[in-house]
């Protein structure tokens, strides 16, 4: 069993930053495929980005050279960085962790309670 926390989002303004962070309990964290997904209303929860055990990494293209995932296993805790940010970023943010690389949310085994982030133009 694994429990996500993230960390609280916030209201940026557009170009501004953001940092999220989610850490991790139980000892298998660096087993795991951790990633970002979020929802915007009225929309689908999408893929953001991944970071497979080996530190490879995945992005979506609607975020591809503006955020940034980063994972520390010695503190069982992922990152997103988020730089640029666009108001069609806002949504609310979700930790997942999973067994493998994919974009489809229902392979993701666990999943944080999700924080907001909300840009304003």
């Known amino acids: 069993q694994v429990q996500l926390v993230e960390s609280e989002g916030g209201l940026v303004q557009a170009g501004g930053s953001l940092r999220l962070s989610c850490a991790a309990s139980g000892r298998t964290f660096s087993s795991y495929v951790m990633g970002w997904f979020r929802q915007a209303p009225g929309k689908e929860r999408e893929f953001v980005t991944c970071?497979?055990?080996?530190?490879?990494?995945y992005y979506a293209d609607s975020v591809k050279g503006r955020f940034t995932i980063s994972r520390d296993n010695a503190k069982n805790t992922v990152y997103l960085q988020m730089n640029s940010l666009k108001p069609e970023d806002t949504a609310v943010y979700y930790c997942v962790a999973g067994p493998k690389r994919t974009v489809v949310a229902a392979a993701y085994d666990y999943w944080g309670q999700g924080t907001q982030v909300t840009v304003s133009s």
């Open positions: 970071i497979e055990r080996s530190g490879s990494l």
